[in-house]
């Protein structure tokens, strides 16, 4: 009996290791239905199990090769608020967002912070969340593993130049494998050039490959360098936002310097209220250029003392 229970304690053990082996992500999953009509009730219980399910099923995989120590698990978040119900069809928004600890400091970067407007999956109360790469056997699960794929390439896009190539090629993937979903969001002709599609191919796209400089310069060579010369640090993050503005001008409006722009803006404005005046007046001179419409914004820089 007593070899019996030590066997079983030790068999425990190996399954906990590997569950705390396996976490890739620090992610806050959440799904809301409050807007949905009928039993209030229902829906609470019928939602905070599909949002268990999810964030098992985020963090009871491995996603990554890299084996992260638990205080560098990416942090990030997916908030998925349902906004119709037909049967076991619902049509939601997501809200993805990402951040990035910087060196030396308690400060998280924001990376990315947008809203998928366009989201349809089919669930049914209770069922499994069934995933495979390379196949779409669940729209739920396919998309919440485009999004974690983009997480990993992206945070490794920041350490290392170019660091997150594998992981946008499991996102492709993902896009790939939904080709043929009746969906919304994974098709070239969609939306205007605003989705899931769009996304990935510009952030693989090589014409664009200077986004990954930005990523690369604006992180790792800029804000993780200001604990250290916050001179030094503020000339990489305007080097970076050079490099954001040389993709704009090759094609305007295009989706992900867009993305960028709107998790970066107020990062931004903060950065160089301190910088020199030939610094101010470049920053908001491009600043302007990647986000006219948010033009005034910038002037805030130049109010500074």
């Not at 890739?24 to 268990?52: H, K, P």
């Not at 069934?130 to 990993?152: G, H, K, M, R, W």
């Not at 804000?223 to 040389?246: H, N, Y």
């Amino acid at each position: 009996m007593m070899i019996m229970k030590k066997i079983s304690i030790f068999l425990f053990l190996i399954v906990l290791s590997f569950g705390m082996m396996a976490q890739d992500f620090q992610c806050q999953m959440s799904v809301n239905a409050s807007q949905l009509s009928g039993s209030a009730e229902y829906n609470r219980t019928r939602f905070n199990t599909l949002q268990q399910d999810l964030y098992k099923f985020i963090n009871d995989r491995k996603w990554c090769q890299y084996t992260f120590k638990t205080n560098e698990r990416i942090e990030c978040a997916i908030l998925i608020n349902v906004t119709k119900m037909t049967g076991d069809t619902y049509e939601a928004t997501v809200t993805v967002q990402l951040q990035r600890p910087i060196y030396g400091t308690n400060y998280k970067s924001p990376v990315l912070n947008f809203q998928d407007k366009n989201v349809k999956f089919t669930y049914e109360d209770g069922a499994p969340l069934e995933y495979a790469e390379n196949d779409n056997i669940n729209q739920l699960t396919s998309l919440v593993a485009f999004y974690l794929n983009v997480f990993l390439a992206l945070d490794f896009d920041t350490f290392s130049l170019n660091g997150g190539s594998p992981y946008y090629d499991k996102a492709q993937a993902v896009v790939n494998a939904c080709q043929n979903a009746t969906e919304p969001g994974w098709k070239s002709y969609e939306t205007g050039q605003r989705n899931r599609y769009w996304m990935i191919e510009n952030l693989t796209n090589h014409t664009y490959s200077k986004i990954h400089d930005f990523l690369y310069k604006y992180h790792r060579l800029g804000l993780d360098m200001m604990q250290e010369s916050t001179d030094v640090g503020r000339a990489s993050v305007l080097e970076a936002i050079r490099d954001l503005q040389k993709v704009n001008s090759q094609k305007s409006n295009i989706y992900i310097v867009q993305i960028f722009v709107q998790a970066k803006s107020d990062e931004i404005v903060n950065i160089f209220k301190e910088a020199t005046a030939s610094e101010k007046t470049e920053v908001v001179r491009l600043m302007k250029q990647l986000d006219p419409a948010n033009g005034s914004k910038y002037d805030a820089i130049n109010k500074a003392n």
